[in-house]
């Protein structure tokens, strides 16, 4: 805007009042004639430039100048102020002593009555220690940008609300591994659900964010992807409030910075060697259970004939003494070697229960079952839930139970001629409790065989057409055991589903 004469009602005012005015103001002013002479400066003037009043008045600005303005920046000046705009802008100036300064100017055309340019009003301030501030802050947020994106960690920055406010690159790189998903998650949230399912709470919920302790986390993704392990940790950040409002409020926002290292390549190589041990250790157990399951029908088997023996005798004592004699003793004879068959039974030894997720017993009996699974190729499609609570278990009674499933899905797709050879896993929580469905499109389970396979001793095997169900009533002792249900049922699309019901507190008998 043009500096016109002041309104009337200013005129009231002396003029010594404006002098004083523009003589104590805090900014460098200058007041010069059209060819930028100056004419008058006041004591900030001085104070910025080094110049006197006596040695500034009567010089042209271009004292001030220190040669390395671009021409550009002048030109532009010039061109706005003759057109009777004011300009503003920064100029790099020098001051008497030679030291050269940076300085945010104002300069406004001053108009006479008829409108013409009479003088130029400017006002100056040295703004050299503001931009060292403000490129020291923007070096440091470039260089710390640097950094964090740098890290080999994925970082994330949440505010009170949980909303991600600030990540780096490793943080976006799992927005595809952990993030995937209909609607689409924060992979920040996949990880403190696993670190804490009521992390919103727990967390956020107080007058500001707690600390999250780091602890090892394993993430169980969909599609047959391998799971992924990381070591977590979240730490509370308080950032005073930068709204004018905040100023007198001394208040400030509460952050949550949460930390993750991805140690799958540590974890996968140590995986691999508690597999292999894994392995051996269900194929042993496997082994007793069918020795078990073996023995006890022979031995079942076995009192049927003893039982009719007893029989026989009894109706001889009276008639056939001498004969009764001979098979009693040879009846005695049989359940001694009966009972020292069932002493070789191997003892179901019950092992200690423990927090289990059954996402880890269920890839383990995948990665257990995969020679199999490859050896007959079937195609599993593994859904887990990302993240499960945990229950109380016994871990290998768990993986047997489920290992017996996959090995009667095997089997059934396994059957000669049968081309529809795929098999899914899925796990949800449905409640209070966990659901675990296996799939197969084999021939399923007739209806009048669904209960009978249940029963001790029966098998399916052999006879072509029909889904094997051995091993089931192991499988339905140990979810009996855990409190839960096991039911059979048909697949969708065809073939038999296996549903496991397992609650999450309070099951295990």
């Avoid at 110049?51 to 706005?80: C, D, F």
């Avoid at 190589?269 to 259970?289: C, F, K, P």
């Avoid at 098999?423 to 021939?443: F, K, N, T, W, Y």
Wanted: proline content about 7%.
């Amino acid at each position: 805007m043009n500096l016109k004469p002041p309104p009337k009602a200013c005129t009231d005012l002396p003029p010594e009042i404006f002098r004083q005015a523009v003589a104590q103001a805090d900014v460098a002013i200058s007041i010069t004639d059209p060819r930028a002479n100056i004419l008058y400066v006041n004591e900030a003037f001085t104070r910025v430039t080094g110049y006197s009043p006596v040695e500034a008045e009567g010089k042209n600005e271009s004292i001030l100048s220190s040669r390395t303005t671009p021409r550009e920046v002048y030109q532009e000046m010039w061109h706005s102020l003759s057109s009777g705009r004011p300009w503003t802008g920064r100029l790099l100036n020098s001051r008497k002593d030679g030291s050269q300064y940076l300085a945010e100017l104002a300069i406004a055309p001053v108009l006479d009555e008829a409108g013409n340019i009479a003088h130029f009003l400017g006002m100056h301030r040295d703004v050299s220690e503001l931009h060292s501030l403000a490129n020291r802050v923007r070096n440091q947020k470039a260089l710390i940008e640097s950094v964090v994106d740098g890290a080999p960690v994925a970082l994330a920055l949440l505010d009170e609300t949980g909303r991600v406010v600030l990540d780096n690159q490793e943080y976006k790189k799992l927005l595809t591994d952990l993030g995937g998903g209909e609607p689409a998650r924060e992979p920040a949230h996949v990880l403190l659900e696993a670190a804490l399912p009521a992390w919103r709470e727990e967390l956020l919920g107080q007058a500001g964010p707690a600390r999250l302790p780091p602890r090892e986390l394993r993430i169980d993704r969909p599609g047959g992807a391998l799971p992924r392990w990381f070591s977590c940790s979240a730490l509370p950040i308080a950032a005073q409030d930068e709204r004018a409002d905040g100023f007198y409020a001394e208040a400030s926002r509460h952050y949550l910075l949460l930390v993750a290292s991805d140690v799958s390549a540590l974890r996968l190589g140590q995986e691999q060697a508690r597999l292999a041990a894994l392995r051996s250790l269900m194929a042993e157990e496997e082994h007793a259970a069918a020795l078990r399951e073996s023995l006890s029908a022979a031995l079942y088997q076995l009192e049927g004939p003893l039982n009719v023996m007893s029989s026989a005798i009894n109706m001889l004592c009276s008639r056939e003494p001498a004969m009764s004699g001979a098979l009693s003793s040879a009846l005695s004879e049989g359940r001694r070697h009966l009972e020292e068959l069932r002493q070789l039974i191997p003892h179901d030894t019950r092992e200690a229960a423990a927090p289990v997720n059954i996402n880890e017993v269920l890839r383990d009996v995948l990665d257990v079952c995969t020679p199999r699974l490859l050896a007959n190729g079937i195609i599993v499609t593994w859904q887990p839930m990302p993240t499960l609570p945990g229950i109380l278990g016994r871990p290998m009674q768990l993986r047997s139970l489920f290992k017996v499933l996959v090995d009667n899905a095997i089997d059934a797709l396994s059957q000669r001629g049968w081309k529809q050879r795929e098999m899914s896993l899925s796990s949800a929580l449905v409640g209070e409790q966990i659901r675990v469905c296996i799939d197969d499109r084999g021939p399923g389970i007739p209806a009048e065989l669904q209960l009978k396979v249940f029963e001790p001793f029966f098998t399916t095997r052999g006879k072509q057409g029909q889904h094997l169900g051995t091993g089931l009533p192991r499988a339905q002792q140990a979810v009996t055991d855990h409190g839960g249900f096991l039911d059979l049922l048909d697949a969708p699309g065809g073939g038999c589903r296996a549903q496991v019901d397992l609650p999450l507190q309070g099951g295990l008998e």
